[in-house]
Each structure stands twice: as C-alpha cells, then as structure tokens.
C-alpha cells in the first residue's frame, strides 16, 4: 500500500454486507487510518460502530441513497462533489459502501470523477451480498445435483415494461440459480414473468432480509405464492432474493437462524471500552447487542502519594490486580513516572480472571497466581491455601470505594481509578429497554446497584421484569438477587464467553416458532 501521508487519497471501500467478522483486513486497515468516513445507506450499524472503536477520533459522515426515498437521499452528483470537498480537509478518506464497492455500488462512476479531477483513489474490494446472504440463509448458489451456474440482476426494473433492458428470456434459458438485488419492488412481476417463460409455479424462492445481521429474517415461498407472502409477512428492503432449486437446501444448512441466541437483545452495561469484545462475540451468535453504558472510568489524581507508592515497590512482596482497569491505570501511573515493568521485578504477581491476566500480558508481564474462581475472595482464599501470607506486604491496586472484604493480611489499598457512573438514562436506551430486553448483562456489582436505581428513576420496572438476567460474577450474583429478586443466568467459567455459553445453554431448549413463512 503506497504511503498513507502523501496527497489526500479517497479509498473507495467494500463494507461486506452488514457482519463485521466479514469485514476484509486491507478495509479494517484503512478505517483505522481514515480521517472521515463517508459511508452510504448500505452500512450496518455494527461496522459503524466497529469503525468509532477502531479509530475513536475518525468523524462519520452518512452519504446515503435510499431506494424509493428521495427526502432522505443524497443524489451522485452531490456525492461526487462532497468527496471532491473532502480532500481539502482530509488526507484519507474512507468511501464506505456496503457489499463490494463495483457491483452495484458505482464505485467506478466515483472512480472516473476523482481520476478527472486529479484525486488519488484505490479500490477496496469487499464481500458481496450476493454471495455472502445467501451462504448465511443456508443456501449454496451453486450445487452439482441441480445446477452449475447462477445469474445476478439488478432487479429494480419493471420486466413488463418494454423499455426494460433485461433480457429475462436468456435467462431463463439457462436454468440458473437466480440472484436478484434491488427487487422487492418488482418481485411479483417477476415471478409472472419467469412463470410465462416456462418456470414451474412451484420452483422455490428465498427472500433474505438484511442478511448476515441479528436483523436477518429468511422468507421461503414459491413463484406463485410470492405476491400473497410478500405481504403477509410486511418484506422491504434490504433484502436479497434467489430463485432456484438450491433454496431447498436451506432445510438442512439453516445455520445462522438456528443459534439458541439468534436475535435476542442483550443490553450490556459495561463501559463503551470494555464492550466492545463482548459485542463481537454476541454478533457470532446472532445477538442484537444494546449498549448501555452507565459506567465510566478515570484515573485518581493523586501525584504525590502515587510517585511515593511508584519508588517504593520493590518493598511489595506481591501486587494484586483484580481487573483490567486496575491494570490499565496501574502501568499509565508507571508510564507517567519515567516506570516500565521492570519495577516489579522483585514483585509477584496474582490476577484476577483471564481478561486481567490478558491485559496483563500486554506489558509483558505473567502472572504467577490466577485463582479458579474470579473474585477478590477466591483470590486471598486460594492462595493461602499454598503460600502463607502473613508478614507479607501486598498491594492492591483497585478502585476508589471499591469493597473487598479486607481480609487480615497487611494488605495496602492503592484507589488509582475512580468509576463515574450516569444519573439518566438517555431517550434512546429508555426506548430500547421500553421495547423490551431479552437479555441484561451484568459484569460487577456496582453497576448492578446503579443500574437498579435507574430503572426505578425512569419507572422501567414493568419494562424488564421478563428479561433474563445474566452476570459473571458470586458478588455480583448476590447483589442482583437481591435488588431484582432472581438471576437466570451464571457465567460458568467467570468470564466472556462463559457468560455467552451460560446463555446459549440456557435458551438452547427455548426457540421460538417462526412465524408462516418465515423458515
């Protein structure tokens, strides 16, 4: 790739079709990189807020199209001139269009304006829809027992217009597995038409709703039910459809739909920093994932005492870390006073859960104590079952406030980080929750406390008394059992992905029938 820092560039770039996972490398490269992100209609909200994660300090722009909607468009040219503008401001810009930017996404139209107009610009190939919707409908395009080849049409034309340039009746000819993009619309028309060729009445049709999303939503019909199922089952746009014998395929190779947490909301109440490896793996599962970030973290600043603690720890015969954030501040501390990691060589170590020893292992440094069970207790407990702690000097740096149940060791509490936690819920997450939650998750029993006072602040009680609630966590299981009444769910192991294969296991024996139609 030529070097990022020369003339402003516009890198017109495939987006895929919604699921970050299918987001190419050289694309998650570039929005790193991007100054601005002009993004279309097209992009999922989860590669959107992939993209502010990634790069925190990129600006968003939306310059979308949408079919039928002129109020809410903005037209080519218009486009073509923004980018144009763009590149007075900006040295990288990041074109972002969902599928691939060249199969019906006029990225060569964008591609011949900047080359007229003496703009750099470079190709960013994404994965298509049309390839990618379907594989996630469990259905192959192609399959040797019915056919070996199939057809892409942008549909969005009237086939019983004469003026339509698509010629249906070669098509046909070809017994293909139909794709069709754009054509909701013209659907029924279609079905008429492919009908009058000679297709059997009978032959199957899959309409694929924002495929490889927790949107997903998969009708299967037939050629003569289509108009009647279109509007049973209220079917708009984004939507991909296919045509052909391989959709009976979907029967068996049905394997996104099928995840016992597919489309479920799960409300996190994590910070926004801490969320977003909990996000990612929910999207694998199909989850709808509800950020609701009542917490926030800052270091103490308290100069004097934290440089004495710094150039004293040699002194320390073991350092506690029981979370990330503690282990976050705690190098910044050292960062800030000229430390590296060196100074706890003469320290041992214990953390708390994998994601402290992970966060940890980013400075270099093991753990030489992990307990079985995650919390500050299990910790003390533990290890004093193979190392005698008395006359030891610990330290533990933690949270302002935070309790531990201080156990008699001569253990010296270090506050280097405070948690600010909001007093209201925003418009957005009140109507969220007021829509229902299947899921609420809870990682610590602060923001269980916090979070209860919430509900009862905006009358959300009624909202949630059938949501599941999920924790990680014996204090934080307490704690919510005691302001909600119950916990459904205990992470086994205490962490991520225990949380989410508690789940999982939980609904596995709970589906919920598909509507008529919807297979």
């Not at 809410?72 to 269009?97: A, G, M, P, V």
């Not at 040797?144 to 086939?159: K, M, Q």
């Not at 909600?484 to 205990?490: G, L, Q, R």
Request: hydrophobic share 40%; glycine share 6%.
């Amino acid at each position: 790739m030529k070097d990022l820092a020369e003339k402003p560039i516009v890198y017109i770039t495939g987006a895929g079709p919604g699921d970050p996972d299918l987001l190419t490398l050289k694309a998650k490269e570039i929005i790193e990189k991007a100054d601005i992100i002009a993004y279309d209609n097209l992009v999922s909200k989860e590669i959107l807020d992939l993209s502010a994660f990634l790069n925190p300090k990129v600006k968003l722009i939306y310059v979308g199209k949408v079919g039928g909607e002129h109020d809410k468009s903005i037209n080519q040219e218009q486009i073509n001139n923004l980018l144009f503008e763009l590149t007075k401001d900006y040295k990288i810009i990041c074109r972002l269009k969902g599928g691939d930017p060249n199969i019906f996404g006029r990225g060569g139209e964008e591609a011949i304006f900047l080359k007229e107009n003496n703009i750099n610009f470079e190709f960013i190939p994404g994965v298509s829809s049309i390839t990618a919707v379907p594989a996630y409908a469990g259905i192959p395009l192609t399959h040797r027992d019915c056919t070996s080849s199939f057809t892409v049409i942008t549909a969005h034309e009237d086939p019983s217009n004469p003026e339509n340039t698509i010629n249906w009746e070669s098509f046909d000819a070809l017994k293909s597995t139909l794709v069709l993009l754009m054509g909701i619309k013209n659907l029924p028309k279609i079905a008429e038409k492919l009908i009058s060729l000679g297709r059997s009445k009978e032959t199957p049709v899959a309409i694929i709703y924002w495929g490889t999303t927790h949107q997903q939503k998969t009708i299967i019909t037939k050629l003569t039910n289509v108009i009647e199922d279109i509007a049973k089952n209220e079917v708009k746009a984004p939507s991909v459809i296919v045509i052909g014998e391989v959709v009976n395929y979907r029967e068996i190779l049905n394997w996104f739909e099928t995840k016992s947490l597919f489309g479920k909301k799960v409300l996190i109440t994590r910070s926004k920093e801490q969320s977003f490896s909990f996000v990612s793996k929910l999207l694998k599962s199909g989850v709808k994932p509800v950020l609701c970030p009542i917490v926030s973290y800052e270091p103490v600043e308290k100069e004097v005492f934290n440089k004495n603690i710094i150039n004293n720890l040699s002194g320390f015969d073991w350092v506690f870390f029981n979370s990330q954030n503690a282990v976050k501040f705690f190098f910044e501390i050292l960062n800030k006073n000229c430390y590296d990691s060196r100074a706890l060589s003469k320290c041992q170590i214990a953390a708390v859960g994998y994601k402290t020893k992970s966060e940890l292992e980013k400075y270099n440094i093991k753990a030489d104590f992990i307990p079985k069970r995650f919390s500050f207790e299990a910790l003390i407990n533990e290890l004093t079952e193979i190392e005698k702690l008395q006359n030891k000097k610990i330290l533990l740096p933690t949270q302002a406030g935070a309790r531990h149940g201080m156990p008699q060791q001569d253990i010296t509490e270090w506050p280097i980080y405070t948690a600010n936690f909001i007093r209201n819920l925003d418009t957005e997450t009140i109507n969220k929750i007021q829509e229902g939650m299947d899921i609420l998750t809870f990682f610590s029993s602060n923001t269980v406390s916090h979070f209860a006072k919430l509900i009862e602040q905006h009358n959300l009680n009624n909202h949630i008394k059938n949501s599941k609630i999920a924790v990680i966590g014996d204090e934080t299981a307490k704690i919510t059992k005691e302001l909600f009444s119950k916990v459904d769910i205990i992470a086994e192991p205490f962490t991520e992905d225990g949380l989410i294969k508690s789940m999982e296991r939980y609904f596995k024996c709970n589906v919920i029938p598909a509507k008529a139609g919807i297979q």
